[in-house]
């Protein structure tokens, strides 16, 4: 089956893609594309999996970036093709590059994907984004990190690709209390559910800390990963349904 990539006209002069589950090896709970290392997924579907996701970016398997992800605001700077940047060893949950041939990979299952670029610098971006990175200031790290290799911020567009939406994210009151603690403002991106409980709004978070961060441009896909379940995976939807396990998105960028 052929894999499915959603891609934004922002990102224009990069070769991009959010991938949904659409095409993949893998079967059970995580039919489909699941390109997380971590599951428990059989680890030569993953490996099937990650092959196909390399040959649509363009890249031999070896130039698919990817970090272990934290959920942490720490950034990877890649400036060369060398194995111990690109395989995942390093804790950060974002990665930047200016070098070609590279392609930078995000997982996610219900956390925000972002993709940056400043094509005319020749250099990208990509962030895992859940509330804590984002709280955090990740994307905002993300975006220092581009002007470090010569971006500018007038000339950065990011991408949120899919990610669990608001009406699917209902929270206690801890966690509306840890954004509001922080900054009264953030009560905006709640609405209220039911009792003592929060419906919170990922996607508008995300989009505000890159409007912030003064950027070109900044968009979200619109794809909930919560409520659709034939084209995406999501963790909460897995815990819901009291699965073992859940299968992981990925989502890439590299320069044209």
């Given at each position: 089956?052929t894999?499915?990539?959603l891609?934004?006209?922002?990102?224009?002069?990069?070769?991009?893609?959010?991938f949904?589950?659409?095409g993949?090896?893998?079967?059970?709970?995580?039919?489909?594309?699941?390109?997380?290392?971590g599951?428990?997924?059989?680890?030569e579907a993953?490996?099937i999996?990650?092959?196909?996701v390399?040959k649509?970016?363009?890249v031999?398997?070896?130039?698919?970036a990817?970090v272990?992800?934290?959920?942490s605001?720490?950034?990877?700077?890649?400036?060369?093709?060398d194995?111990?940047?690109i395989?995942?060893?390093?804790?950060?949950?974002?990665?930047?590059?200016?070098?070609?041939?590279?392609?930078l990979?995000?997982?996610?299952?219900d956390?925000?994907?972002?993709l940056f670029?400043d094509?005319e610098a020749?250099?990208?971006g990509a962030?895992?984004?859940?509330?804590?990175g984002?709280l955090d200031?990740?994307?905002s790290?993300?975006?220092d990190a581009?002007?470090?290799l010569?971006?500018?911020?007038s000339?950065i567009?990011a991408?949120?690709?899919?990610?669990?939406?608001?009406?699917?994210y209902?929270?206690?009151?801890e966690f509306?209390?840890?954004?509001?603690?922080?900054?009264?403002?953030s009560?905006?991106f709640?609405?209220p559910?039911q009792g003592?409980?929060?419906?919170?709004d990922l996607p508008?978070?995300?989009?505000?800390?890159l409007?912030?961060?003064?950027?070109a441009a900044?968009?979200?896909t619109?794809?909930?990963?919560y409520s659709?379940?034939?084209?995406?995976?999501?963790?909460?939807?897995?815990?819901?349904q009291?699965?073992?396990?859940y299968?992981?998105?990925?989502s890439?960028?590299?320069?044209?």
């Amino acid at each position: 089956m052929t894999l499915e990539m959603l891609t934004s006209a922002l990102l224009s002069g990069t070769h991009h893609g959010f991938f949904t589950r659409k095409g993949g090896a893998s079967s059970g709970i995580f039919t489909g594309l699941n390109c997380g290392t971590g599951s428990t997924d059989q680890t030569e579907a993953v490996a099937i999996n990650r092959g196909r996701v390399a040959k649509a970016m363009g890249v031999e398997d070896t130039r698919l970036a990817r970090v272990h992800q934290v959920h942490s605001a720490d950034v990877l700077t890649i400036d060369s093709h060398d194995s111990d940047q690109i395989h995942g060893d390093v804790r950060a949950d974002a990665m930047v590059t200016d070098v070609p041939g590279i392609a930078l990979s995000i997982l996610t299952a219900d956390c925000q994907p972002v993709l940056f670029a400043d094509p005319e610098a020749g250099v990208i971006g990509a962030a895992h984004a859940g509330w804590r990175g984002t709280l955090d200031g990740v994307l905002s790290a993300t975006i220092d990190a581009m002007v470090a290799l010569g971006a500018e911020r007038s000339r950065i567009n990011a991408v949120i690709g899919p990610c669990i939406s608001q009406s699917a994210y209902e929270v206690g009151p801890e966690f509306y209390d840890s954004f509001v603690s922080r900054d009264s403002n953030s009560a905006m991106f709640f609405k209220p559910g039911q009792g003592d409980r929060h419906l919170f709004d990922l996607p508008a978070f995300g989009l505000n800390s890159l409007r912030q961060a003064g950027i070109a441009a900044a968009t979200w896909t619109h794809h909930c990963t919560y409520s659709d379940e034939e084209r995406f995976f999501s963790y909460r939807r897995a815990t819901h349904q009291k699965e073992a396990d859940y299968g992981r998105l990925i989502s890439c960028i590299r320069l044209s």
